[in-house]
């Protein structure tokens, strides 16, 4: 069986329930408010990490207030990363439904990891950031790290539901099959820095965004905010500039069958 034939087995016989652009329109527009939430949520979990090794009294001080925001940044990626799943399991079921069985443990296994990522920042947040206590500076890496790991899949996911031609021989291997679903066949690493770099410089914005806020409050230290807001705009900068760059890198490693509309 051909790639063609199988999508057009594994689709749903009564079509979809309105016209598939209105969906494609809702589904970017929630992914672009998700995947803002989730580049706070991987910048500000380094930046906290980060500022807790450090231990000084400037970074000290804004670990404990980014730590802070994580929490609340990592609940909103999840809580609008809902829509934009379910639109593209309306508008592209059949593809996302073989790419999560040709890697079904790690689709099931990325909302332990995520859950695992969300409470280790919790403990984190617990501790206050207090003292520089190494074990609790491991629990913020690495709750960073399986942010990093759940973006990763997610990233794997989206790029096998690209590939449909490369299916059966993932599948296929030798003369047995591969039903184990333990295996992640495709990971492209300019495609995966698009996503995760301008969590960078969405952190350089929260900073410069979280001066500006706490200016006016008699009890802020204004040279303490001054540095933030030159921290955030340091970052900002560079990272912009690095994320420009992985992006038109990107977009000239496009295969030419990317831009065309496939034909099943």
């Given at each position: 069986?051909d ?12 079509g979809v ?8 329109l809702?589904m970017?527009l929630t992914?672009a408010?998700?995947?803002?939430f989730?580049?706070?949520t991987?910048g500000l979990?380094f930046?906290?990490a980060?500022g ?11 670990s404990r ?7 609340p940044?990592?609940?909103l ?7 934009p799943?379910l639109?593209v399991?309306v ?5 996302w ?5 040709l890697?079904?443990?790690w ?6 990891i995520?859950?695992?990522g969300y409470?280790l920042t919790?403990?984190?947040?617990l501790k206050?950031?207090?003292?520089r206590?190494?074990?609790f ?16 899949i997610?990233?794997i996911?989206?790029?096998?539901l690209l590939?449909?031609e490369k299916?059966?021989?993932?599948y296929v ?12 066949h495709?990971?492209?690493?300019l495609r995966?820095?698009?996503f995760m ?7 350089g914005l929260?900073?410069?965004l979280y001066?500006?806020y ?5 009890d802020k230290?204004?040279?303490h905010?001054?540095r ?8 900002a900068f560079?990272?912009?500039a690095?994320?420009a760059i992985?992006?038109?890198s ?6 030419s069958?990317f831009i065309r509309?496939p034909r099943c």
């Amino acid at each position: 069986m051909d790639a063609g034939t199988m999508i057009k087995t594994l689709q749903d016989p009564m079509g979809v329930p309105f016209y598939p652009i209105l969906f494609q329109l809702l589904m970017v527009l929630t992914f672009a408010v998700h995947i803002m939430f989730v580049n706070f949520t991987v910048g500000l979990s380094f930046l906290s990490a980060y500022g807790f090794v450090r231990g000084d009294g400037y970074w000290g001080s804004l670990s404990r207030s980014l730590v802070k925001a994580t929490t609340p940044n990592a609940s909103l990626a999840i809580l609008f990363g809902i829509a934009p799943l379910l639109f593209v399991q309306v508008v592209y079921d059949p593809f996302w439904y073989a790419s999560n069985m040709l890697s079904a443990a790690w689709a099931l296994g990325f909302i332990f990891i995520l859950m695992l990522g969300y409470g280790l920042t919790y403990v984190f947040y617990l501790k206050g950031g207090k003292g520089r206590d190494g074990g609790f500076a491991a629990v913020a890496f690495l709750s960073f790290a399986l942010f990093l790991l759940a973006g990763a899949i997610m990233h794997i996911l989206q790029y096998q539901l690209l590939q449909p031609e490369k299916w059966l021989q993932w599948y296929v291997q030798g003369n047995g099959v591969n039903a184990s679903g333990t295996s992640l066949h495709a990971f492209q690493l300019l495609r995966f820095l698009h996503f995760m770099v301008p969590a960078f410089a969405m952190a350089g914005l929260f900073l410069m965004l979280y001066a500006w806020y706490f200016k006016d409050r008699p009890d802020k230290d204004r040279q303490h905010l001054a540095r933030v807001a030159g921290t955030g705009a340091s970052m900002a900068f560079l990272f912009t500039a690095i994320q420009a760059i992985i992006g038109i890198s990107w977009l000239f490693s496009l295969p030419s069958g990317f831009i065309r509309t496939p034909r099943c």
